[in-house]
């Protein structure tokens, strides 16, 4: 009796459906959406509301967000950071734009250095036209806490540090950003905000 080869067709075919859906599972990660809104108070006795979407799916994280002083000005914040899972960096762009109608962007790459740590560096190009220089630490303090400090170099050399700590319970966070200047004079802006997450599964894969 010959042997019939349709079942071992019909069993490679569905092994390889299965390793397909297999690798499109692993490519396609769920979709997480972050939304947090605001109210803000600064040192200087500026205030204001805030509000921002941050998205997260595949290795990319796109942020957008705004801003609305007291005296009802307007400014916008945008970035995007494309993460290769491969060797753990990300390049990363963006821009803002102040109530004044003023635009400054950035680009620069990360690394996760060690768990819960970033490194990062990059350009900021002023609405001047200048270009400053910046070097970055990220790190995950604790669940929900995360502190982040910043030196940005200007053109002419001087230095800016920048600190960011927010943490988030129960939807929740705070998030105070305090920035020393060159003359040593120090700002800080204050936050409160509620966040809300939300998980879009991802497509199913097709075979």
């Known amino acids: 009796m010959k042997n019939n080869p349709l079942p071992k067709i019909v069993a490679v075919a569905s092994l390889a459906c299965v390793v397909l859906a297999l690798v499109n599972v692993a490519r396609a990660d769920d979709e997480k959406v972050i939304k947090r809104e605001g109210t803000y108070t600064t040192s200087k006795g500026g205030s204001g509301t805030t509000s921002s979407t941050t998205t ?7 942020r957008q967000g705004t801003w609305t002083n007291a005296a009802g000005g307007t400014g916008t914040r945008q970035s995007q ?11 990363v762009n ?11 962007t950035w680009q620069g790459t990360k690394q996760r250095t060690a768990p819960g ?9 002023q609405a001047n036209g200048k270009k400053d220089s910046y070097t970055s630490t990220d ?18 050399g001087k230095t800016i540090d920048r600190t960011v700590d927010t ?8 998030r105070t950003v305090t920035t020393t200047g060159p003359n040593g004079q120090t700002v800080t802006r204050d936050a409160q905000f509620n966040q809300s997450v939300t998980t879009v599964p991802a497509p199913a894969p097709q075979h």
Do not use: H
């Not at 997260?56 to 796109?62: P, S």
């Open 56 to 62: 997260k799916a595949n290795g990319v994280v796109t």
């Open 81 to 91: 950071t494309i993460w290769k899972k491969s060797n753990q960096t990300a390049t």
């Open 94 to 104: 963006g821009s803002v734009t102040r109530p004044n109608g003023a635009t400054s």
């Open 117 to 125: 740590v970033i490194q990062g560096s990059g350009t900021i190009t």
């Open 139 to 156: 790190t995950k303090v604790a669940p929900g806490s995360w502190n982040k400090s910043e030196v940005i170099t200007t053109a002419s």
């Open 167 to 174: 943490t988030v319970v129960g939807g929740k966070g705070t």
